[in-house]
Structure formats: structure tokens, C-alpha cells
């Protein structure tokens, strides 16, 4: 299945989507009925609400079930925990049973919402963060990957999208994915014309934000104008999506180059969707 035709049957709409934030972040808790007519106000019709651990994980639950018209959870455990630099690091030590207690904690979690979670993620694996730490980054590495594929297994056993990030690891992640049947969005992509191709090739779907509107990123914009070619004046949100191209905000983080210092919303997907039909006209 397509991973449009898998989001349309699971969201049962079309339209304008925010396929990856953090609504179930702490910054969103006191106003996120607020949020969430913002977005409604700004045509955004479905919310993606991604966990980066646990206690997230839970939360995007309680967030699709508070408010089932317009969020939808995925649970998962971001890469952060096993990156030295990171506040969600859990340390080396004991990761073997960590890694045992996360999947067996993620598969109850699974189970017991079956009809509130439509997808796995955060996950994948970032090096970025490694440059500097040769001694930590072979540790680290193996680490991220087996956290990886404990998400991959899962998402293929229960048949569920993936959202991905691959940060410096584009190459990798594809490398990765190919040994297992699952659908996948790469997250916030940035890497390469030829990754990007790869991706799209073997089915994946990539993610744009608001990375596309910073001055600094002409990169990833010529990335997606040699994907996309010419776009119709009248181009709606499904023209994307029917080409593997989805749009995402990261709320609250990266927020548009408009607003640049104040915290993002789901609503500033529109602003993002609107940015590439408008700049990547030939």
C-alpha cells in the first residue's frame, strides 16, 4: 500500500497535513486546544503527533484521544538516547536490558491502542551530533541501530507507518531499510538528489519543513526542484503526496524563516506547503 493511500484510510481525510510534530511536547500542554484551532483555522486538517520517548508516547496517545478528529499518535523512541551530547541520553551502560524494556514497554503500549496509534516514530539514527566524539561514536552507532530496527520490526509486525530521522545518515537508514517490508516517511530530509531518489524509488515517502525556507538551505530547495519538476498554479496538497512528498511542521521546533525565534505551530504547515508551490515554480 501507498503511503498516501495508507494515511488516507488511517485519517480518513484529504487535505493539508502536519505529518510530523510535537504536540505531546511540554510547550504545547497549556494551550494545545488553542494549537489546534490555529491549525484548523489555517485549513490543516490532520495532525501527526510523534513521541520521541515513552512518556511522549503516552501522551500522543492521550492527545488523539482528547481531540480523534484532528490528532493522530505515533509512538517511538528517538535516537537522542543513545547520543552523549543529548538531554535524552540514558548512558551506555545496561543497554542491552534497556533496549529489552523498551521494546517489550513499546509493544504494550501497541497492544493496549490499537485503534489510537497509527504509526512508529521517532526513530531511525543521527550521526551529526557524533563528529566530534570518535571514542563514543562505535558505541553509539551499534546502539542507534539496534534501537532502530527494534522500531522497524514492530512497524512491520503491526503493519504501521514510519517516521524516520536520518540525520547524516541518509545512506545508512536506506541501507537499513531494505531488509525489512515497511512503509516509511524520512523525516525532515536534507540529504542528497541521489538518496532522495533512492528513497522515492524503494517507496519511502520525504519530509519537508520549514528548513526549506532558511536562507542557508538552497541545498535541500534544489534537492526538491530536480524531484518535483514543474508544479501546477492549482497544485493541491494530494499532488505531493501522490508523488511520495509530504509536509510537516516539527512543532514547536524549526519554525518558518517568517518567524524565525518564536516557537512553531501545526498551523505553519500551510505556510511551508504554500512556500514551495509559490518559489518552486519554473
Known sequence: MEIYNYLKLKLGSTGLWDTHCHLNSGEFTPDIADIIENAKQEEVKKI????????????????????????KSFIGIDPDVFIPSAKMFKGFEQSEQFLVSLKNELSTLLEQNVENVIGIGETGM?????????????NSILLQEKLFRIHLELAEEKKLLLTIHSRGTEKRVLEILKEYKVLGILHSFTGGFDEAKEALNNGLGLGINAIITYKTAENVREVYKKLLGKIPNDAEPEWFYKKNIFFETDAPYLSPSSLRGKRNEPKSVKEIFNFVVNNFKF
Open 126 to 138: 543521527d550521526y551529526y551530533w557524533l563528529k566530534d566524539k570518535p571514542v563514543l561514536r562505535e
Open 48 to 71: 501527526l503527533d510523534v513521541a520521541t520517548d515513552l512518556e511522549s508516547s503516552k501522551q500522543a496517545i492521550d492527545n488523539s484521544i482528547r481531540f480523534p478528529l484532528t490528532v
